[in-house]
């Protein structure tokens, strides 16, 4: 990448992604907010992505970018692959056995690659951008063309070592690593890459989203909680590495006054967390726009990032954009003490921090905060300060820079 600073820009960014789009998971929000964000530094951004057989929920998504709540400045190209995916493991269980979602897996993952590749083998030069290592290696391997910047963004890395032998033969291959955490930037760095070529960029928050939310006690007439109650929320998927049960775990443990909503699980792990649900300390909802979830946050009096100290990607890889968004909403947060949120945030500083997996720890946190309201206001305040660093926009300015300055 070359241009002066004042020059218009003329560079072009591909986001390649093997993700259903418009989709439920927040790596769906990840890349359309940064390819909304990377508009204002490149000549054309655009989203290449496969058209895939999408859930009930998504399909009735009319307006991707109203639904992402994202400005139309960038392209979303839907190619053709080969997806029955969702036939096997949805549409007909009686296929969802092992080989056949493996198959049905990989022969998608490979046909998109192969689409993204005649897509992108006729775009001019530029930054070719993904966090999907398979599909990105077979684009930088058939490339013969020198005016192409391969960029892969990580997220976690591949448990098996041989996989990870795997991944480290192509990781070699891409022209620059972003990564969300420190640590997995020190990964790389320790087996010999060239720091040059490494960046962390953590992940972000969409600030105006956030300042436009309706005070605490619009937010509860519009969502139907009391006024008086004392609201605990959570608002993401309810993997077990997010800590969810330990939230609701949680939630008999606070005095009567007090009610805690789980927002956004899918599948299995909603019905896992529907069945523990009573309706009055502990409330359930499946998956909601981004929009509507936050309404919970808003509504909220203390917000919960619970990650697990079980997982390696929870306690070590994850950069979780609810952190940032409980962060930017204004609610004083209680949070587990781990490596990969301390990354982050001070303790005492942005939030309160206990030990991951203990809910009486997290319970007595959550008490704390609702009868000290002075250090609810310090730490609310100092979050909200503290979360303009992560917007959107920074982290795309902090990755063109990056790029702009490669060997």
Not at 347 to 364: I, K, N, Q, T
């Amino acid at each position: 990448m070359s241009s002066s600073p004042d020059a218009p820009p003329t560079v072009q960014l591909t986001i390649v992604a093997n993700a259903r789009i418009p989709g439920e998971k927040a790596h769906v929000i990840q890349i359309v907010q940064m390819a909304a964000a990377f508009t204002r530094l490149f000549g054309k951004v655009r989203v290449v992505y496969p058209r895939r057989a999408n859930t009930d929920a998504m399909r009735v998504v009319g307006d991707p970018f109203d639904y992402y709540d994202v400005p139309r400045d960038f392209g979303l190209v839907g190619l053709p692959c080969v997806d029955a995916v969702k036939r096997v493991t949805i549409d007909w269980p009686s296929l969802n056995r092992f080989p056949i979602p493996l198959i049905a897996h990989l022969l998608q993952l490979w046909t998109f690659a192969l689409s993204a590749f005649l897509f992108v083998a006729r775009l001019p030069g530029g930054v070719i951008y993904s966090r999907d290592m398979f599909v990105l290696t077979v684009l930088g391997l058939l490339s013969r063309r020198r005016d192409r910047i391969f960029v892969f963004e990580v997220h976690t890395l591949p448990r098996s070592a041989a996989a990870r032998r795997l991944h480290l033969w192509a990781a070699r291959r891409a022209d620059a690593i972003v990564a969300i955490s420190d640590h997995l930037r020190d990964w790389y760095y320790d087996r010999g890459f060239d720091p040059a070529r490494l960046l962390v960029a953590r992940d972000g928050v969409n600030l105006a989203t956030f300042a436009a939310l309706p005070d605490r006690n619009a937010a509860r007439s519009r969502l139907g909680i009391p006024a008086d109650a004392r609201v605990v929320a959570y608002t993401g998927h309810f993997y077990r590495w997010k800590g969810t049960d330990t939230l609701a775990a949680a939630a008999p443990l606070l005095p009567a006054s007090w009610e805690v909503h789980l927002v956004g699980g899918i599948g299995d792990d909603l019905r896992r967390l529907e069945s523990l649900a009573d309706g009055e300390r502990l409330h359930v909802r499946g998956h909601l726009p981004q929009r509507d979830a936050a309404l919970y946050v808003a509504a909220a009096d203390v917000v919960v990032l619970p990650n697990s100290g079980h997982s390696d990607i929870s306690v070590a890889y994850t950069s979780p954009l609810k952190l940032f968004e409980y962060l930017a909403s204004g609610r004083p947060l209680v949070a587990s003490d781990l490596p990969s949120i301390r990354e982050v945030i001070e303790a005492d500083e942005h939030a309160l921090l206990v030990s991951a997996d203990d809910p009486a720890a997290l319970a007595a946190a959550i008490v704390r905060l609702g009868d000290d309201p002075d250090l609810s206001h310090r730490l609310a305040g100092s979050a909200r300060e503290h979360a303009a660093a992560f917007a959107w926009p920074v982290r795309a300015r902090l990755i063109a820079q990056f790029l702009e300055a490669l060997p």
